[in-house]
């Protein structure tokens, strides 16, 4: 248990679905993160919060959408999204400053796109 | 952007056996990270350095930061089954990019 939680753990969505991606942090931390994992490819940053404000965005399709109410809440709201979109998404949270580094993930969504 | 190699992609071990794997970078960072991915799980921190030259250590893990600070090593001694996963490096230069990570070494011990 990291402490931060995500849900649902698996999705099946069509291309013309429109979901959300759930993720809340009990660690009191104050930054948030949504990283795409695909097979045999880095981490990809996808969003960073910092004080529920975005400071980052690396030119993820406007297809994913971000939302932070709050610093302990992060959504991630998907709509006509493509079969290459498939792949584990996972949120992460870390304090600020010096310990930015240190994230803690939540288990991930197992995203399928259809 | 900034890449990571990370290698060995794969390692195929007997238990009890000492691993080691490592990440070079053609950027200098000024922290390394190493992260291990259960299957089905999230990436959990195993060790952070922040020091050209730092040895740490997490029990039977050993990372250390490179002195050229564009690499780093992990290593497992006397390895067991729950060893097995997926083992991440990961890189910060201290910027907005924030870190930069391998593709991952995929440990599996062989009965």
């Known amino acids: 248990e990291t402490g931060v939680t995500q849900t649902p753990r698996h999705l099946v969505m069509g291309m013309t679905n429109k979901k959300s991606l759930k993720c809340e942090q009990h660690l009191g931390h104050n930054a948030m993160y949504w990283y795409k994992q695909s097979a045999k490819k880095p981490l990809e940053l996808m969003f960073v919060?910092?004080?529920?404000?975005?400071?980052e965005n690396n030119s993820v399709p406007s297809r994913f959408s971000p939302e932070c109410p709050n610093s302990s809440h992060l959504f991630l709201h998907l709509h006509t999204l493509q079969p290459e979109d498939s792949a584990l998404y996972l949120c992460a949270s870390s304090l600020g400053g010096r310990g930015r580094e240190k994230l803690f993930f939540g288990s991930g969504t197992q995203l399928s796109v259809l | 952007g900034q890449q990571l190699n990370q290698s060995p992609q794969s390692m195929f071990i007997q238990e009890g056996e000492d691993v080691s794997m490592n990440c070079t970078s053609s950027s200098i960072f000024n922290t390394w990270l190493w992260y291990k991915q259960d299957p089905g799980e999230g990436p959990v921190l195993l060790i952070a350095l922040y020091k050209a030259g730092e040895l740490t250590s997490n029990g039977r893990l050993t990372a250390q930061f490179g002195i050229t600070r564009k690499d780093s090593f992990l290593n497992i001694s006397a390895s067991i089954p729950s060893d097995v996963g997926i083992y991440f490096c990961?890189?910060?230069?201290?910027?907005?990019?924030?870190?930069?990570f391998g593709k991952g070494t995929h440990l599996i011990i062989q009965p």
């Open positions: 919060y910092s004080l529920e404000e975005r400071v």
């Open positions: 990961a890189g910060s230069g201290g910027g907005a990019d924030g870190l930069t």
